[in-house]
Protein backbone atom coordinates (compact mmCIF):
# COMPACT_ATOMS: atom_id res chain seq x y z
CA UNK A 1 0.00 0.00 0.00
CA UNK A 2 1.24 3.47 -0.43
CA UNK A 3 2.19 5.05 2.90
CA UNK A 4 1.50 8.81 3.20
CA UNK A 5 4.41 10.49 2.02
CA UNK A 6 4.05 8.67 -1.30
CA UNK A 7 0.06 9.78 -2.15
CA UNK A 8 1.02 13.36 -1.05
CA UNK A 9 4.03 13.30 -3.67
CA UNK A 10 1.44 12.03 -6.16
CA UNK A 11 -0.84 14.54 -5.15
CA UNK A 12 2.27 17.49 -6.11
CA UNK A 13 2.67 15.59 -9.40
CA UNK A 14 -0.51 15.66 -10.89
CA UNK A 15 -1.67 19.83 -9.42
CA UNK A 16 1.66 20.11 -12.15
CA UNK A 17 0.08 17.99 -14.83
CA UNK A 18 -2.74 20.13 -14.66
CA UNK A 19 -1.11 23.10 -14.28
CA UNK A 20 0.88 22.54 -17.54
CA UNK A 21 -2.57 21.08 -19.24
CA UNK A 22 -3.65 24.31 -18.58
CA UNK A 23 -0.66 26.26 -20.07
CA UNK A 24 -0.45 24.34 -23.13
CA UNK A 25 -4.28 25.00 -23.82
CA UNK A 26 -4.32 28.12 -23.81
CA UNK A 27 -0.78 28.81 -25.26
CA UNK A 28 -1.42 28.63 -29.00
CA UNK A 29 -2.65 32.09 -29.90
CA UNK A 30 0.36 34.01 -28.42
CA UNK A 31 2.40 30.95 -30.06
CA UNK A 32 1.18 32.32 -33.10
CA UNK A 33 1.46 36.34 -32.69
CA UNK A 34 5.12 35.22 -31.22
CA UNK A 35 6.28 33.35 -34.35
CA UNK A 36 9.62 35.38 -35.20
CA UNK A 37 13.02 35.80 -34.43
CA UNK A 38 12.64 39.54 -32.50
CA UNK A 39 9.63 38.20 -30.30
CA UNK A 40 9.25 35.44 -27.10
CA UNK A 41 6.12 34.01 -25.50
CA UNK A 42 6.57 35.91 -22.34
CA UNK A 43 3.11 35.22 -21.03
CA UNK A 44 3.45 31.52 -21.37
CA UNK A 45 6.68 32.00 -19.22
CA UNK A 46 5.20 33.71 -16.80
CA UNK A 47 2.69 31.12 -16.62
CA UNK A 48 5.35 28.46 -16.16
CA UNK A 49 7.02 30.21 -13.10
CA UNK A 50 3.95 31.16 -11.68
CA UNK A 51 2.75 27.56 -11.31
CA UNK A 52 6.09 26.66 -10.23
CA UNK A 53 7.09 24.31 -13.22
CA UNK A 54 10.39 26.15 -12.80
CA UNK A 55 11.05 24.88 -9.93
CA UNK A 56 9.75 20.99 -9.67
CA UNK A 57 12.69 19.61 -10.83
CA UNK A 58 14.68 20.78 -8.09
CA UNK A 59 15.34 18.50 -4.98
CA UNK A 60 12.93 18.42 -2.23
CA UNK A 61 15.70 18.93 0.42
CA UNK A 62 16.36 23.00 -1.59
CA UNK A 63 12.06 23.49 -2.15
CA UNK A 64 11.16 21.72 -5.39
CA UNK A 65 9.48 18.27 -6.01
CA UNK A 66 11.79 15.98 -7.12
CA UNK A 67 10.03 15.89 -10.87
CA UNK A 68 12.42 13.81 -12.85
CA UNK A 69 14.83 13.02 -10.01
CA UNK A 70 13.55 10.25 -8.30
CA UNK A 71 11.84 6.79 -9.62
CA UNK A 72 7.88 6.81 -10.69
CA UNK A 73 8.47 10.51 -11.31
CA UNK A 74 9.77 10.30 -15.18
CA UNK A 75 6.46 9.47 -16.14
CA UNK A 76 4.68 13.10 -14.75
CA UNK A 77 7.57 14.89 -16.37
CA UNK A 78 7.24 13.26 -19.44
CA UNK A 79 3.49 14.18 -19.94
CA UNK A 80 4.03 18.03 -18.49
CA UNK A 81 6.68 18.54 -21.34
CA UNK A 82 4.04 17.13 -24.00
CA UNK A 83 1.13 19.02 -22.43
CA UNK A 84 3.55 22.18 -22.74
CA UNK A 85 4.83 21.22 -26.52
CA UNK A 86 1.16 21.03 -27.40
CA UNK A 87 0.08 24.77 -27.21
CA UNK A 88 4.04 26.27 -28.17
CA UNK A 89 6.73 24.07 -29.29
CA UNK A 90 9.36 26.93 -28.03
CA UNK A 91 8.24 26.89 -24.90
CA UNK A 92 8.33 23.50 -24.72
CA UNK A 93 11.41 23.60 -25.54
CA UNK A 94 12.43 26.39 -23.18
CA UNK A 95 11.20 24.10 -20.56
CA UNK A 96 12.92 21.16 -21.86
CA UNK A 97 16.16 23.12 -21.43
CA UNK A 98 15.52 24.35 -18.16
CA UNK A 99 15.08 21.17 -17.17
CA UNK A 100 17.65 19.52 -18.59
CA UNK A 101 19.96 22.08 -16.42
CA UNK A 102 18.04 21.40 -13.37
CA UNK A 103 18.89 17.60 -13.64
CA UNK A 104 22.61 18.13 -14.33
CA UNK A 105 22.82 20.57 -10.82
CA UNK A 106 20.97 17.73 -8.97
CA UNK A 107 23.22 14.88 -10.42
CA UNK A 108 26.97 16.70 -10.28
CA UNK A 109 26.48 19.88 -8.15
CA UNK A 110 27.68 20.26 -4.83
CA UNK A 111 24.98 21.00 -1.28
CA UNK A 112 26.17 24.07 -1.54
CA UNK A 113 25.68 24.51 -5.77
CA UNK A 114 22.31 22.66 -5.56
CA UNK A 115 21.19 25.60 -2.63
CA UNK A 116 22.83 28.46 -5.13
CA UNK A 117 21.59 27.49 -8.14
CA UNK A 118 17.79 26.39 -6.76
CA UNK A 119 17.69 29.83 -4.70
CA UNK A 120 18.33 31.53 -8.93
CA UNK A 121 15.77 29.31 -9.69
CA UNK A 122 13.02 30.81 -7.06
CA UNK A 123 13.71 34.24 -8.17
CA UNK A 124 12.96 33.47 -11.30
CA UNK A 125 16.33 32.65 -13.29
CA UNK A 126 15.90 30.66 -16.44
CA UNK A 127 18.04 28.23 -16.93
CA UNK A 128 19.13 25.93 -20.01
CA UNK A 129 21.85 24.11 -21.63
CA UNK A 130 24.43 25.26 -24.07
CA UNK A 131 26.27 22.74 -25.84
CA UNK A 132 26.72 23.17 -29.76
CA UNK A 133 29.03 24.86 -31.48
CA UNK A 134 31.35 25.92 -34.75
CA UNK A 135 34.70 26.32 -35.02
CA UNK A 136 34.96 28.94 -32.87
CA UNK A 137 33.62 27.09 -29.33
CA UNK A 138 33.84 27.84 -26.11
CA UNK A 139 37.17 27.38 -23.73
CA UNK A 140 37.72 27.98 -20.03
CA UNK A 141 41.38 29.40 -19.19
CA UNK A 142 42.60 30.31 -15.69
CA UNK A 143 44.54 33.11 -14.79
CA UNK A 144 47.49 33.06 -12.16
CA UNK A 145 45.33 34.31 -9.17
CA UNK A 146 42.89 31.05 -10.15
CA UNK A 147 40.26 32.98 -11.95
CA UNK A 148 38.33 31.22 -14.26
CA UNK A 149 37.40 33.10 -17.93
CA UNK A 150 35.10 31.87 -20.28
CA UNK A 151 35.78 33.09 -24.51
CA UNK A 152 34.39 31.62 -27.56
CA UNK A 153 31.05 30.89 -29.39
CA UNK A 154 28.09 28.41 -28.89
CA UNK A 155 25.23 28.49 -31.37
CA UNK A 156 21.82 27.44 -30.67
CA UNK A 157 21.82 29.57 -27.51
CA UNK A 158 18.29 29.05 -26.84
CA UNK A 159 16.27 31.31 -25.22
CA UNK A 160 18.95 34.07 -25.44
CA UNK A 161 18.39 37.52 -23.78
CA UNK A 162 15.71 35.32 -21.25
CA UNK A 163 17.53 32.48 -20.15
CA UNK A 164 20.17 34.07 -17.49
CA UNK A 165 21.77 30.63 -16.08
CA UNK A 166 22.66 28.56 -19.06
CA UNK A 167 24.92 25.27 -18.43
CA UNK A 168 27.69 26.41 -20.98
CA UNK A 169 30.52 23.54 -21.77
CA UNK A 170 34.23 24.50 -22.37
CA UNK A 171 36.83 22.57 -23.26
CA UNK A 172 39.89 22.83 -21.00
CA UNK A 173 43.73 23.16 -21.48
CA UNK A 174 44.14 19.30 -21.57
CA UNK A 175 40.78 19.29 -24.11
CA UNK A 176 38.54 17.97 -21.60
CA UNK A 177 34.86 19.49 -21.47
CA UNK A 178 34.04 21.23 -18.28
CA UNK A 179 30.36 22.80 -17.47
CA UNK A 180 29.85 26.19 -16.08
CA UNK A 181 26.30 27.89 -15.36
CA UNK A 182 27.33 31.03 -16.31
CA UNK A 183 26.01 33.72 -14.75
CA UNK A 184 25.28 36.04 -18.13
CA UNK A 185 23.50 38.82 -15.90
CA UNK A 186 27.44 39.38 -14.81
CA UNK A 187 29.01 38.45 -17.97
CA UNK A 188 30.30 40.12 -21.22
CA UNK A 189 28.80 38.44 -24.51
CA UNK A 190 27.83 39.70 -27.69
CA UNK A 191 24.36 38.51 -28.86
CA UNK A 192 24.14 37.73 -32.53
CA UNK A 193 20.80 37.15 -33.87
CA UNK A 194 21.47 37.27 -37.67
CA UNK A 195 22.63 33.78 -37.42
CA UNK A 196 19.32 32.56 -36.48
CA UNK A 197 17.04 32.54 -39.23
CA UNK A 198 15.22 29.15 -39.35
CA UNK A 199 12.00 27.62 -40.83
CA UNK A 200 10.23 27.05 -37.87
CA UNK A 201 11.02 27.83 -34.19
CA UNK A 202 11.83 31.56 -34.62
CA UNK A 203 10.92 32.51 -31.08
CA UNK A 204 12.93 29.79 -29.62
CA UNK A 205 15.52 32.91 -30.07
CA UNK A 206 18.51 29.80 -30.54
CA UNK A 207 21.14 32.62 -31.15
CA UNK A 208 25.32 32.40 -31.68
CA UNK A 209 26.96 33.83 -28.31
CA UNK A 210 30.24 35.19 -28.29
CA UNK A 211 31.33 35.34 -24.52
CA UNK A 212 34.54 37.61 -23.99
CA UNK A 213 36.60 36.63 -21.13
CA UNK A 214 33.27 36.19 -19.11
CA UNK A 215 34.42 35.82 -15.44
CA UNK A 216 33.48 32.40 -14.41
CA UNK A 217 33.28 31.67 -10.14
CA UNK A 218 34.99 28.54 -9.15
CA UNK A 219 31.46 27.47 -7.38
CA UNK A 220 29.88 28.01 -10.59
CA UNK A 221 31.87 24.89 -12.12
CA UNK A 222 29.96 22.20 -12.95
CA UNK A 223 30.92 18.58 -11.59
CA UNK A 224 34.00 17.20 -13.11
CA UNK A 225 35.76 17.49 -16.64
CA UNK A 226 33.35 14.95 -18.68
CA UNK A 227 31.08 14.55 -16.73
CA UNK A 228 28.61 16.49 -19.36
CA UNK A 229 28.66 13.24 -21.57
CA UNK A 230 28.35 10.26 -18.77
CA UNK A 231 26.12 7.77 -19.64
CA UNK A 232 23.21 6.99 -19.98
CA UNK A 233 22.18 10.60 -19.00
CA UNK A 234 23.23 11.92 -22.22
CA UNK A 235 22.03 9.61 -24.64
CA UNK A 236 18.79 9.27 -21.94
CA UNK A 237 17.33 12.59 -22.10
CA UNK A 238 16.56 12.58 -25.60
CA UNK A 239 13.51 11.24 -24.07
CA UNK A 240 12.55 14.43 -22.91
CA UNK A 241 13.00 16.67 -26.14
CA UNK A 242 11.11 13.68 -27.44
CA UNK A 243 8.11 14.15 -25.10
CA UNK A 244 7.71 17.83 -26.60
CA UNK A 245 7.50 16.67 -30.10
CA UNK A 246 4.88 14.18 -29.35
CA UNK A 247 2.35 17.21 -27.90
CA UNK A 248 2.61 19.26 -31.19
CA UNK A 249 1.08 16.12 -33.19
CA UNK A 250 -1.52 15.51 -30.25
CA UNK A 251 -2.31 19.00 -31.73
CA UNK A 252 -2.26 18.46 -34.93
CA UNK A 253 -4.76 15.81 -34.71
CA UNK A 254 -7.05 18.09 -32.32
CA UNK A 255 -6.89 20.99 -35.02
CA UNK A 256 -7.41 18.51 -37.63
CA UNK A 257 -10.45 17.26 -36.19
CA UNK A 258 -11.92 21.05 -35.77
CA UNK A 259 -11.13 21.79 -38.98
CA UNK A 260 -12.80 19.08 -40.26
CA UNK A 261 -16.12 19.70 -38.01
CA UNK A 262 -15.71 23.48 -38.79
CA UNK A 263 -16.15 22.63 -42.62
CA UNK A 264 -18.63 19.39 -42.25
CA UNK A 265 -16.62 17.26 -43.49
CA UNK A 266 -17.57 14.37 -41.21
CA UNK A 267 -18.92 11.75 -43.39
CA UNK A 268 -15.37 11.67 -45.51
CA UNK A 269 -14.56 7.96 -45.94
CA UNK A 270 -10.65 9.22 -47.12
CA UNK A 271 -10.74 11.97 -44.09
CA UNK A 272 -11.95 9.37 -41.47
CA UNK A 273 -9.05 7.22 -42.24
CA UNK A 274 -6.49 9.73 -42.42
CA UNK A 275 -7.68 10.37 -38.56
CA UNK A 276 -7.42 6.90 -37.87
CA UNK A 277 -4.19 6.60 -38.56
CA UNK A 278 -2.92 9.71 -37.14
CA UNK A 279 -5.07 8.84 -33.53
CA UNK A 280 -3.15 5.20 -34.15
CA UNK A 281 -0.11 7.31 -34.45
CA UNK A 282 -0.28 9.78 -31.47
CA UNK A 283 -1.21 6.85 -29.36
CA UNK A 284 1.31 4.64 -30.09
CA UNK A 285 3.93 7.77 -29.15
CA UNK A 286 2.32 7.64 -25.91
CA UNK A 287 3.01 3.85 -25.35
CA UNK A 288 6.41 4.90 -25.95
CA UNK A 289 5.97 7.69 -24.01
CA UNK A 290 5.05 5.62 -20.71
CA UNK A 291 7.77 2.85 -21.73
CA UNK A 292 10.48 5.08 -21.69
CA UNK A 293 9.23 6.67 -18.58
CA UNK A 294 9.57 3.30 -16.72
CA UNK A 295 13.27 2.16 -18.11
CA UNK A 296 14.21 5.26 -16.86
CA UNK A 297 12.30 4.71 -13.18
CA UNK A 298 14.25 1.47 -13.36
CA UNK A 299 17.24 2.23 -14.03
CA UNK A 300 17.00 5.10 -11.13
CA UNK A 301 15.69 2.51 -9.26
CA UNK A 302 18.72 -0.34 -10.28
CA UNK A 303 21.79 2.01 -11.75
CA UNK A 304 23.53 -1.07 -12.85
CA UNK A 305 25.53 -0.73 -16.71
CA UNK A 306 23.07 -3.03 -17.94
CA UNK A 307 19.78 -1.28 -16.98
CA UNK A 308 21.27 1.81 -18.48
CA UNK A 309 23.22 0.35 -21.74
CA UNK A 310 19.06 -1.11 -21.84
CA UNK A 311 17.75 2.55 -21.52
CA UNK A 312 20.19 4.38 -23.84
CA UNK A 313 18.80 1.75 -26.33
CA UNK A 314 15.28 1.98 -25.57
CA UNK A 315 15.73 6.04 -25.75
CA UNK A 316 17.57 5.57 -29.01
CA UNK A 317 13.97 3.47 -30.25
CA UNK A 318 11.69 6.03 -28.62
CA UNK A 319 13.06 9.22 -30.71
CA UNK A 320 13.12 7.49 -33.31
CA UNK A 321 9.91 6.41 -32.98
CA UNK A 322 8.42 9.91 -32.22
CA UNK A 323 10.21 11.32 -35.08
CA UNK A 324 8.38 8.90 -37.78
CA UNK A 325 5.03 9.50 -35.54
CA UNK A 326 5.11 13.26 -36.34
CA UNK A 327 6.28 13.21 -39.57
CA UNK A 328 3.67 10.87 -40.53
CA UNK A 329 1.12 13.20 -38.84
CA UNK A 330 2.40 15.94 -40.51
CA UNK A 331 2.04 14.33 -43.96
CA UNK A 332 -1.68 12.94 -42.53
CA UNK A 333 -2.74 16.30 -41.45
CA UNK A 334 -1.26 18.54 -44.67
CA UNK A 335 -3.73 15.69 -46.95
CA UNK A 336 -6.79 16.34 -44.75
CA UNK A 337 -6.53 20.30 -44.66
CA UNK A 338 -5.07 20.75 -48.18
CA UNK A 339 -4.00 24.29 -49.29
CA UNK A 340 -7.09 26.19 -48.07
CA UNK A 341 -6.15 24.97 -44.00
CA UNK A 342 -2.09 25.79 -44.80
CA UNK A 343 -3.12 29.64 -44.14
CA UNK A 344 -3.87 31.98 -41.69
CA UNK A 345 -5.62 32.23 -39.01
CA UNK A 346 -5.25 28.58 -38.97
CA UNK A 347 -2.38 27.28 -36.86
CA UNK A 348 -1.24 24.06 -38.90
CA UNK A 349 1.15 25.77 -40.74
CA UNK A 350 3.16 27.35 -38.15
CA UNK A 351 2.97 23.80 -36.05
CA UNK A 352 4.08 22.02 -38.82
CA UNK A 353 7.04 24.86 -39.82
CA UNK A 354 7.93 24.53 -35.99
CA UNK A 355 7.53 20.64 -35.72
CA UNK A 356 9.83 19.63 -38.81
CA UNK A 357 12.52 22.28 -37.37
CA UNK A 358 12.28 20.78 -33.94
CA UNK A 359 12.35 16.74 -35.32
CA UNK A 360 15.76 17.64 -36.60
CA UNK A 361 18.15 16.55 -33.93
CA UNK A 362 21.39 15.18 -34.00
CA UNK A 363 22.75 11.67 -35.52
CA UNK A 364 19.53 10.59 -36.28
CA UNK A 365 21.16 7.27 -38.45
CA UNK A 366 23.56 6.94 -35.50
CA UNK A 367 21.43 6.02 -32.67
CA UNK A 368 19.01 3.96 -35.26
CA UNK A 369 22.27 2.03 -36.06
CA UNK A 370 22.81 1.63 -32.63
CA UNK A 371 19.69 -0.21 -32.12
CA UNK A 372 20.56 -2.08 -34.68
CA UNK A 373 23.75 -3.39 -33.74
CA UNK A 374 22.14 -4.01 -30.25
CA UNK A 375 19.80 -5.89 -31.59
CA UNK A 376 22.13 -7.80 -33.77
CA UNK A 377 24.59 -8.75 -30.79
CA UNK A 378 22.15 -9.92 -28.37
CA UNK A 379 21.42 -13.22 -27.35
CA UNK A 380 17.84 -12.33 -25.95
CA UNK A 381 14.93 -13.09 -28.21
CA UNK A 382 13.02 -9.27 -29.37
CA UNK A 383 10.27 -10.52 -27.44
CA UNK A 384 11.83 -10.70 -23.89
CA UNK A 385 14.68 -7.84 -25.05
CA UNK A 386 13.01 -5.55 -23.40
CA UNK A 387 11.25 -7.39 -20.24
CA UNK A 388 14.76 -8.88 -19.27
CA UNK A 389 15.60 -6.19 -16.74
CA UNK A 390 12.04 -5.79 -15.31
CA UNK A 391 12.08 -9.51 -14.97
CA UNK A 392 16.04 -10.11 -13.36
CA UNK A 393 15.11 -7.01 -10.92
CA UNK A 394 11.85 -8.54 -9.67
CA UNK A 395 13.42 -11.40 -8.61
CA UNK A 396 16.80 -9.96 -6.85
Known sequence: ?????????????????????????????????????????????????????L??????????????????????????????????????????????AQILINQFGTKKQKK??????????????????????TFLSKNEKGTFYLNGAKTFATGTDYVTRPIVTAARKDGSWQMCVVPLDKSTVITDSSWWNPMGMKASRSFKITFLKSHIPK????????????????????????????????????????????????????????????????ESGNQWLTAAALQMDQYMKIPTKTNGDSFIIYANMMRTAIEQICTEVINL?????????LNKPYHFERIIRDLNT??????????????????????????????????RNKSK
Open 358 to 391: YLRQPAPDAVLADVGGHILHSETSAGDIWNLNFN
Open 1 to 53: MKNKYTKLQESKLTELIISSKIIGDTSASEAADTDSVDSFPKIALAKMKSENL
Open 219 to 282: INLLGLAGQYYQQPGFSGGAIRFAAVQLGAAEQLLDETKKYLVSLNRTQDPFQKMRLGQMAIAV
Open 333 to 341: CQKCVGARG
Open 116 to 137: LFAADAFEGKLFGVWNTQAEDG
Open 55 to 100: TASISEAYGGKNLGLKPGTNLALLTILKNIGRGNLVMGRVLEGHIN
